[in-house]
């Protein structure tokens, strides 16, 4: 009999052909007479198209065609949706510009595409791409979210920049909350903007049939389903069976490939014009310019207490900068993302939260690793950790004066946790990071003349997305279940399409688990099939640590039919009542007896039904299933943080880094890990060494290459020490919640707090450079002299 | 203009008459069909594009084919043995999950191959400096150092 695979340490299904050059990126296809793509991107971030001279480009070596804004108009290619509809205070529709593919008559920040121009080889479409002549009227520019509203409009229309204002919470009852408070903390800051830098930079590649009027797109995409349902009904006019979008191996997309993206339309739309595959792929400086990028909010917090550290109320109020257009979700993030996370782990009554969304001449900006959900635990947790320190109380303390102890529990802001065990994953990061060894290491830091800081964060997040009356509610204009099919084959081996995408997610293996586990087959029996929408019946993607709690789910769902169904067969077949058959790994069995037939010839029976119920039971054994969830899943955690600064650089290094968290049942604990530690990183690359920044005069993004936008590399951090504990998600049958984002949710406010506290701060801005850090050295007479 | 190129790439000579501008990296991805050496920036950074030289690990986008004439190529397609077993580093890699887009893994493992022909038994510092030149955006590097560190030790310094 096999060995339960729930919780065990599989090696991963998708290893061999990524360690052998076997894998097959976009980039990798090559489809025979593709043509190639370079795109003219507008070099300012505001200007008006005067007029655009194609005629050297046009005889330039290899040119077969170029493309404007006009001739997209005129073909009436639409422009990108937004999926998310947002209503502000006043009940409002939020306001959505026009974001066409090619500009039309305007560019609105630096890489805004402004032609296409396709050719035999890459090198003659670069070449020419150069030619293109654009004679521009520069415009004033805007790229900071605080100065947005009295900035030059970046749409006709949006006078004030102002895309929405939004609220949630009760704002009466928070003024009352702080009017008796006996301490009110507050903090201002800015989540810094980032730049998701998927190693993997985007691709596709379009391709147009004659024969059938059909389109073949393969896309670095974490959703092949959405891309094609936003490009055919929004954009394109196009029915969905006459397209098949592909999204072979992803190289990483941290939210980044989610959405559906200018070129991705542009190469599908020229495919069909040139009847020639068309091929693009983006340069990383073009990655750094069109890729959505994270975060950018503006925010002022404040807690209210009574005299022991009991949260009375939370006021927030931020400001979120979208960019020059709304990307696919990107109205979601910094509201439905951000604001119903606010009550974090803790009891807090009361809790209001404002949210004024900005156009700005930047890069859209949308969901990143943890989408809304790092920007509310970071108010949170540095408002928690500021407030113990100004009480003089514990940091941990605070929180468990503060925690949440009965489930199900109702948050002041929309959301009903399930289940939770916040006290169990602090206790263990206590112990873990032997907090209580700390006072020790501090003076030895002292000693050696530096300074030593440790710092929480006890983040909450909002997984499993999302239960699709609830979301609709909210103004999503899309379901999010999740699809799944589980096909028996005649022998007894099983391949499962799912409409979750696995872009380093490991789902090749971790889905495997489950299917082979709760079939009883060896794992080798099953193959996972995801990222092409004429396999895989229909799909959601991945984002959100939703794979596991919604495509896992549908693939139970689906299993639990096949099983129901094997039963009636193995009835049949045993001449017993199907109420007397059990299935037991692997083994359809009459209770009490030693009478059973195992999976393998229940399945050929249903393919060679020669002895079979064909008065009661369709031949096959084939099942699928659509979950759509009944609840988040809130996965939790603790995170402790320990730095040592020194005094002369003010370089920060973290000398210990312990994370534990809670994401219910777990199904393989090394994939887990590994999506802990990237969290982390990325958390950390927030918190240390990631700034994205825009030139203030010109709108330019001086951070736009590996060479000034640094990406934290293997010396920067340290190895982790990450560990979980169980509290099973009440609501699905696996008990799972999901953990590709807690990482990077809760890591940036527990290293900032470890920074502020062993500099006696309140508040270090993000990106914690050596350079920032050490002014505040000097502030603090903390340097040596 | 085109010029010609000789050279051998895992064991095999292979020539091509390219332009004078064509990279390394696209010779081998474009001309070879050899698609496991990934393009993952412009600048020389992330190092996605690593493979061996004359036994050397390099950047193969920062040099261009021609100057590759005569050399020794080996790419990750030509690290594990001819029946298709992982070499030890490899095989390192996916025991201690090394990886996992892996879109950096064949530059990972290529650089990895390099440092640990003269690094036996390195310390978890060693490592992470051999690493400055390879970003991973996925594993936040624990696991990474983690398969150099063994997968070095089972090579015993020899390739």
Redo the contacts between chains.
Sequence with gaps: MNAPLIGARV??K????????????T??V?IANQAHAAFVRSPHAHAKIRKIKLDKALKAPGVLKIFVGQDLADAKVGGLPCGWLITDVAGQPMKEPPHPCLAQGKVRHVGDQVAVVIAETL?QARDAAELVDVDYEVLPSNTDAAKARKAPPVHDGVADNTCYVWALGDKNGCDAAFAKAAHVTKLEFINNRLVP?????RAAIGGYNRADSSYTLYVASQNPHVERLLMTAFVLGLPEHKVRVIAP????G?GSKIFLYPEDVVVTWAAKQLNRPVKW?A???ESFLTDAHGRDHVTVAELAMDKDGKFLGMRVKTTANMGAYLSTFASCVPTILYATLLAGQYTTPVIHCEVTAVFTNTTPVDAYRGAGRPEATYVVERLVETAAREMKLDPAEIRRRNFIRSFPYQTPVALQYDTGNYDATLDAAVKMADVAGFAKRKEESARKGKLRGLGYAAYIEACGIAPSAVAGSLGARAGLFEAGEVRVHPTGSVTVFTGSHS????HETTFAQVVADRLGIPIENVDIVHGDTSKVLFGMGTYGSRSIAVGGTAIVKALDKVIAKGKKIAAHLLEASEADIEYDRGEFKVAGTDKKKMFGEVAFAAYVPHNYPHDKLEPGLNENAFYDPANFTFPAGTYVCEVEIDRDTGAVKIERFTAVDDFGRIINP??V??QV??????GIGQALTEGCRYDPENGQLVTG???DYC?P???D?P??KVDTRETPCTHNPLGVKGCGEA?AIGSPAALMNAITDALGVKDVAMHATAQTVWKHLQEKNHARV | MTIKVSMKVNGKPVSADV?A?TLLVTYI?EHL???????????A??G?CTVMMNGKAIKSCSIVAMQAEGADLL???G??KPD?T?HPM?AA???N?G????????GM?MNALDFAKSHPNPS??E???A??G????????????KSIMAGAKAMGGKL
Aim: glycine share 14%; net charge negative; with cysteine.
């Design positions: 090696e991963r998708e290893d061999y052909r990524f360690l052998t050059g076997a894998g097959q990126y980039d990798d090559q090198a830098n998927a190693i993997e930079p191996d992803v190289g990483g941290f792929t340069e990383r400086s872009h380093g997610q490991g090394m994939i890990e590994g530690h990237g969290g982390l990183v990325q290459s590996y060479m990406m590399r293997a010396d951090v190895s982790f990482g | 332009e501008r991805r069909r050899l698609t496991g050496t990934h393009v993952g920036c412009d600048t950074q992330c996605a790419t990750i397609e690290v594990a298709g992982l490899q890699f996916k025991e999950h990886l996992q887009c892996g879109f950096c893994t064949p493992v978890e510092q490592v992470r400096e690493l400055e390879n970003l991973c955006r996925c594993t936040g590097y624990h696991n990474i150092v």
